[in-house]
């Protein structure tokens, strides 16, 4: 092992980290339905709602709006499948589930799906329609409202209904059945609940990480629907797979056959394409370098899997550039034997974006941030502006074509009070983004330093969404002065009291996040005119691991031909350095940002030992012979989770003073950001071929570009979570620099958690 990749674990500094739903109804937080029919109550609890909702008599009840601090209910006859839904904070939205399913049990009599055409496509009737046919049913228990597709008479055949087409009277209609195991496409959609692979493996669970490690974390990524152990294609591939119970087998295809039924239409992008241009439909047929396309259905020059047969919907014709398989924009393979692919050059729709720095803070409301965030306040990860799942939405880049609303990125188009997006949680439609304003007390040039007796909890500062906060700050963000929770009035209200929740610290009028809404304390107000609103507490950015007092640029880069960083933004780097291979010739260098390392913040340590990693890992730790001071630019990252696989895409960053190749910023430390790839999708032979060990990891962009490179080697990948840097990878090696295909491989932290602890413990 060269020990000048075993660089003082990533050569970086470390340290350890240390609503309930109701039956029937699906819930989406953050959202309000448009209704004509509905109906207001004022009740105590989401049960008492629901009640409500089940015993309408008004008109059929199909959803209810909830807004626990105001203790609002609202019925309603629409919901998400016939109406408009809105973002509101601080709402909850409630659908009964029979409202939403778009497949038949059985002969259908219960379905309430909103299928309006018949199996020949023709446009079903209203069923209060008289003409062109007089209806026979109008039977309201069978839900005939407008015209979706029902069965009133319990016909063998399955739902229904009347056309207007006066020469049909009715025909049945072509409804999907919930019991069907089949996939249209590529299977992107399946639900099914195979199981077994084509090769008769039993499917390992998607929330298991044995036998197999992987980064398909069902938490993380809630729009794939990884339930259970059934075969999913999460990730592009030509059809449904999954990881098996064998180890022997790391994953396998699974048999789903074709349904029968019409798969679903989009409207194609002749011109131009949205976001990753998966609908786009153009005749572009040459690369961003001025290549020829390859043609889909040939072989030759170069062989592949993404034919017109294994991606049937994807409008593989003739060699048209196109994005079957999730890429960030359209590509094709080449006629250059030499260049199996590359990306095209297609003009983006709207492509407009307004004006804006890329700084990772926002001013005023944040209408013109354009910076690289995509992660809400509580952690989730936003939907792309342009996809419709899982939340629908209008807020789309054509409708908002100044709002530069790329990929999956926090913005703010509608004039809200701070950046947002659409979550990829179904249950949580939208949330604000895990931002700061650029005055805040997070860009400070000097720290806060904390009181050294106060708890998190207890200083004026919020960790989190601010549910642990108990200090005193008793005004909103208005500036009017808080209500006392124990006291009614201005305003009544029993959800949130000392009584009813005597753990939160509702015991004055301090500002409290009882019912841990995600963005953060708020409470009951005195103006007669505003029940509650929001506190301004700041968060509590300290000196904590994997909190930067001088936040990052988080820059979208590169290290070859890269992106100088900010001083001290990543104050876990060191330098580690040395004339001879003995541990007592190394020095560490902390505290610095350049490589002459003149800075007046350095801290030098020699070495008192060098640990090497178990089974001749590239990793190791270094122990100094006395203590780094840790402050505002020397500050530990945090370590993750044991055995924590990073979801497949999640964006992190590396820094170093490596190789430039001649791109400039030498001797200055550098950064980049780039997504994590899935081991499965790195061994592919295309890419590193099965190189790729169970304790490794790989991340980078496909089409090259971007990478840690020599004289990186030990450096540290970070990945952002809950507002913190946590280090997930140590810089190992890599098929060159920056190469198309060849992302760097990293030593995966997770695996070496207990290793960690041993050692510091014997040490």
């Avoid at 199996?119 to 062109?132: D, G, I, L, N, T």
């Avoid at 390859?294 to 003739?318: A, D, F, I, M, V």
């Avoid at 990772?360 to 965030?373: A, F, L, P, Q, V």
């Avoid at 908002?400 to 947002?420: K, S």
Wanted: glycine residues 8%.
């Amino acid at each position: 092992m060269d020990l000048y990749k075993a660089a003082f674990l990533l050569g970086a500094l470390i340290c350890t980290v240390g609503g309930t739903d109701v039956d029937g109804y699906s819930k989406t937080e953050g959202a309000s339905i448009i209704s004509l029919r509905k109906r207001q109550y004022s009740v105590n609890t989401v049960a008492e709602c629901a009640t409500k909702c089940n015993t309408e008599t008004s008109f059929t009840c199909k959803s209810f709006i909830y807004i626990e601090k105001d203790q609002e209910c609202w019925t309603a006859e629409s919901n998400s499948k016939t109406e408009l839904i809105l973002r509101r904070t601080s709402t909850a939205l409630y659908e009964k589930n029979e409202f939403l399913l778009e497949c038949v049990n059985g002969i259908g009599t219960d379905y309430r799906g909103t299928k309006a055409k018949t199996k020949s496509e023709k446009v079903c009737q209203r069923w209060q329609a008289k003409y062109p046919h007089r209806p026979k049913y109008t039977h309201p228990q069978a839900d005939l409202e407008s015209n979706f597709c029902r069965n009133p008479d319990g016909d063998s055949g399955g739902p229904w209904c009347y056309t207007t087409d006066s020469n049909t009277r009715w025909e049945h209609c072509n409804v999907t059945s919930c019991t069907e195991d089949c996939m249209h496409c590529s299977g992107e959609d399946y639900r099914g609940k195979t199981s077994t692979t084509e090769n008769g493996f039993t499917c390992q669970r998607w929330d298991s990480q044995k036998p197999h490690n992987h980064g398909y974390n069902p938490s993380a990524l809630p729009e794939k629907y990884l339930e259970e152990n059934y075969c999913r294609n999460p990730d592009g591939d030509p059809r449904p797979w999954c990881f098996t119970t064998s180890q022997s087998k790391r994953w396998d295809f699974c048999s789903i056959p074709r349904c029968t039924s019409a798969a679903p239409t989009i409207a194609p992008e002749l011109t131009c394409a949205t976001g990753e241009g998966a609908a786009y439909r153009g005749t572009i047929a040459v690369t961003e370098s001025g290549k020829a396309c390859q043609s889909w259905s040939t072989q030759t020059p170069h062989k592949h899997n993404r034919t017109p047969e294994n991606y049937p919907c994807k409008g593989l014709e003739n060699n048209y550039c196109r994005n079957p398989d999730n890429e960030r924009m359209p590509w094709c393979y080449t006629t250059d034997s030499d260049t199996r692919w590359e990306y095209c050059k297609v003009p983006q729709c709207g492509d407009a974006p307004g004006p804006g720095t890329a700084l990772d803070c926002y001013e005023g409301n944040g209408s013109t941030y354009r910076g690289i965030t995509s992660e809400t306040i509580s952690g989730k990860k936003c939907q792309a502006w342009n996809s419709m799942f899982p939340h629908n939405h209008n807020k789309t880049p054509r409708v908002f074509p100044t709002a530069d609303l790329r990929r999956n990125l926090c913005r703010n188009p509608d004039g809200d009070r701070a950046p947002w997006c659409y979550t990829t949680d179904p249950r949580v439609r939208w949330e604000y983004c895990n931002l700061e304003k650029c005055n805040s007390g997070a860009l400070r040039t000097t720290p806060r330093p904390a009181k050294p007796t106060q708890t998190p909890a207890e200083r004026d500062c919020k960790v989190g969404n601010g549910a642990t906060y108990r200090g005193p700050t008793s005004i909103t963000l208005l500036g009017v002065t808080c209500q006392a929770w124990s006291a009614q009035s201005p305003h009544q209200h029993n959800s949130f009291t000392p009584q009813t929740h005597p753990t939160k610290g509702l015991d004055g009028n301090s500002c409290r996040n009882p019912d841990n809404d995600v963005n953060g304390p708020w409470c009951y107000t005195t103006d007669r005119n505003k029940k509650w609103d929001y506190c301004q507490i700041p968060d509590c950015a300290g000196l904590n691991c994997g909190s930067p007092v001088f936040k990052p640029k988080r820059c979208f880069g590169r290290i070859v031909g890269g992106c100088v960083s900010k001083p001290h933004s990543w104050p876990w780097q060191i330098s580690l350095r040395t004339k001879s291979k003995r541990p007592a010739a190394y020095k560490v260098l902390l505290g610095i940002h350049t490589e002459r390392a003149t800075e007046p913040s350095k801290q030098e340590r020699n070495l008192e030992k060098l640990v090497l990693g178990p089974n001749g890992a590239d990793i190791a730790l270094l122990k100094l012979e006395r203590p780094a001071l840790i402050n505002d630019k020397v500050l530990p990252a945090c370590l993750p989770d044991k055995d924590y696989i990073v979801p497949s895409g999640t964006e992190c960053y590396v820094t170093g003073w490596g190789e430039t190749q001649g791109t400039g910023g030498e001797g200055i430390l550098k950064e980049t950001g780039f997504p994590v790839i899935e081991n499965k999708i790195c061994n592919r032979p295309s890419y590193l071929n099965g190189r790729v060990k169970d304790h490794e990891m790989c991340a980078g962009n496909i089409e090259g570009g971007t990478d840690s490179c020599q004289g990186d080697s030990g450096g540290p990948l970070v990945c952002n979570a809950q507002n913190r840097f946590v280090l997930q990878g140590v810089t190992s090696w890599g098929l060159g620099c920056a190469n198309a295909m060849k992302p760097g491989v990293y030593a995966r932290v997770s695996k070496f958690v207990d290793w960690i602890d041993r050692t510091i413990k014997a040490n």
